[in-house]
């Protein structure tokens, strides 16, 4: 017997990539300031280990800057199709700023979210996640934990 399978969209809220229903960050709200990348040792759902070895995290780096370079084209696009640009006024500058300040805004958002694909290119979504345990970290230095 086996749960019905979880959105992939799960990933967009942080969830585990396993079971697609353990919280990844230890707190929901990706805008409170000084605690909003703590994440938890592993999911308290399946078991699965959050950090697979040292300096995992370094990777999300490329997926993050992946995320902000396709939000701002979808942005561009959107803003020459809505509003368009000109040679003769300013409206590529408006469309810059609007793309700092909303690219600033989801930024916590990003980091999360960033951290979250990462994890799930190397840890799909099993099954049978409530049965079978999560696969062993090869070259986890205990004392190394969340040096990233
Ligand atoms: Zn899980």
Redesign the pocket.
Known sequence: MSDPKPSALNLMKCK?P?????NMFEYGNPYSTTKFMKMKDS?E????PYDLEVGFYYGSSYVSYALTVALSVATFVAWWVLIGFSLNDNRIFYWLTFNAILLLALQPWLMRFSRTLWLSFFVKYNKH?RTVPPQKTERMVEEHKHSW
Do not use: D, L
């Open positions: 585990c396993r079971c697609r229903i353990g999911c759902v399946c078991k699965q996640w």
